[in-house]
T-cell receptor, first 116, second 113 residues
Framework: NAGVMQNPRHLVRRRGQEARLRCSPMKGHSHVYWYRQLPEEGLKFMVYLQKENIIDESGMPKERFSAEFPKEGPSILRIQQVVRGDSAAYFC??????????????FGNGTRLTVT | DQQVKQNSPSLSVQEGRISILNCDYT??????FLWYKKYPAEGPTFLIS???IKDKNEDGRFTVFLNKSAKHLSLHIVPSQPGDSAVYFCAAHAGDSNYQLIWGAGTKLIIKP
């Protein structure tokens, strides 16, 4: 029973390149959330998606960052023209239904992005 | 402005003793609190939660205490075991959302044999 799968585990990009992070939710889960953890800090919410819909992107930077969760395939977090400040651990979580506190989040093991 | 603070970056406890991890918050609108545990190279896993209508919640070796007047919560682990060595995050939110969480920076717990 696979959990939330994220790949790659580690990603190195040079400044100006694009980074693509992938997340496959747990089986039966249709809600995906992305979080970013900067060094020495807690996680920060970025975006919440359902299949083919962005529900809440209030935590996403306005420029260079985008996310999608297509009908088929994993959710993708894309960072264009990466800068050193984008270096962080990016975690994806999923849940079987939205909103309520009785629906705990299940996290993947994260993608560690390093921008050189 | 950190709304959720875990002032101890690390804590070392002898195996078998009690571990107490602390968390302070500033936003009086927070009404639901969670603790997550994280091992290196893994994602956070949910541990225990507490609603503001309670002051204590217990689950096996883990107990969370909430002091609303002091805006303080703590996680007690007793007895501490080597497998408890991990980073513990305190998180809080207002409203019914399960994802709009404000996270503390974490406390690294080291259990000494």
């Amino acid at each position: 029973n696979a959990g939330v799968m994220q790949n790659p585990r580690h990603l190195v990009r040079r400044r100006g390149q694009e980074a693509r992070l992938r997340c496959s939710p747990m089986k039966g889960h249709s809600h995906v959330y992305w979080y970013r953890q900067l060094p020495e800090e807690g996680l920060k919410f970025m975006v919440y998606l359902q299949k083919e819909n962005i529900i809440d992107e209030s935590g996403m930077p306005k420029e260079r960052f985008s996310a999608e969760f297509p009908k088929e395939g994993p959710s993708i977090l894309r960072i264009q023209q990466v800068v050193r400040g984008d270096s962080a651990a990016y975690f994806c979580a999923s849940s079987p239904k939205s909103g309520g506190r009785s629906s705990p989040l299940h996290f993947g093991n994260g993608t560690r992005l390093t921008v050189t | 402005d950190q709304q959720v603070k875990q002032n101890s970056p690390s804590l070392s406890v002898q195996e078998g003793r009690i571990s107490i991890l602390n968390c302070d918050y500033t936003n009086s609108m927070f009404d639901y609190f969670l603790w997550y545990k994280k091992y290196p190279a893994e994602g956070p896993t949910f541990l225990i939660s507490i609603s503001s209508i309670k002051d204590k919640n217990e689950d096996g070796r883990f107990t969370v205490f909430l002091n609303k007047s002091a805006k303080h919560l703590s996680l007690h682990i007793v007895p501490s075991q080597p497998g408890d060595s991990a980073v513990y995050f305190c998180a809080a939110h207002a409203g019914d959302s399960n994802y709009q969480l404000i996270w503390g920076a974490g406390t690294k717990l080291i259990i000494k044999p």
